[in-house]
């Protein structure tokens, strides 16, 4: 076994009390990572996954929610820490300070660091398509048990942040992870059925207004403004928008693609997708966010959403006229 694995396996079986954190606005991969290592390290122990919001509809068709605390953590309550899919402590939101201050601390995760780093020990892979693949990769190494339920956690995971092995980040590791997620018994019917043909009716209507507002930009850029008054008249919240920056992606032509939702008290959430060849986590940096190659976003604080807009739009521009420079 690898040094890593041994040392991850060494600190699990160490401890008697364990609790496990994602990061804020967690998504499934976010969420089936925690779950995962949940249902694979349990055994005989006091294991405690903490969260920041309540469960959506698909996100309860797949995951228990009774099991899981928001807020209330105690630190001295948890010999061991474990956080999965979060590249810094910022990203832990109210857990950041109680997790930095604890002398036992794992982080798992497919991010390349970017912020204030978390975690004594990290096993830390940014080629990985997401985080359950990693999961997956240190359960096998310990020897869990592997459920069809935990199977089909995780396959959960790697669906979503593939965007269905569409996205960059699929490596002939993820369809490996798949097929062996499937032989142990993965729902992958099911999986699949849930967040692919489960549209809710405010997502439907959200994305009616999303195609209205689409924008091409210098023909390559592909824009869409979120407003909140948007959201109301949908009826949607910010979830129903998680695939647009996807979809604006999949549109012909566009190279660079990025998607402002207007958060409120100034605060504007933006998601970027870039297409082969093009970058899209340098800009989200130079913004004060990061992510990965293909797929990146940031928090910009602007006082309108035009301003927001036009921020973006200056980094997207000065990356895309930096990359014609270099291809010279
Ligand atoms: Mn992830």
New binding site residues.
Partial sequence: MNKLYKQIKGKINGAKSIALFCHIRP?F??LC?MYGLYYGIKKNKKVQMFTHRKFNDKEKAILDESLVQIDNFNPCDYDLLITV?TPNTERLGIYGEGVKNHPNTIKI???PSCGENIGLLQYVDSNSS???ELVFKVLKAIKSEITPLLATILYT?LLT?TNSFTNLNTTPNSFFAAYELNLLGADINKVNDIINRQKPQSEVNITKIFYEKFKKIDKEIGLVTITQADLKKAKAEKIDCDGFSSKLISIQGINMSCCIIEMGDNEYNCSMRSRLGYAANGIAQSLGGGGHEGAAGCVINAKTIEEAEKLVIKEIRKYLKSRKTDEK
Wanted: proline share 0%.
């Fill in positions: 998504d991969d976010a990572s899919d995760d497919h991010h997401s985080c359950c995971g942040d």
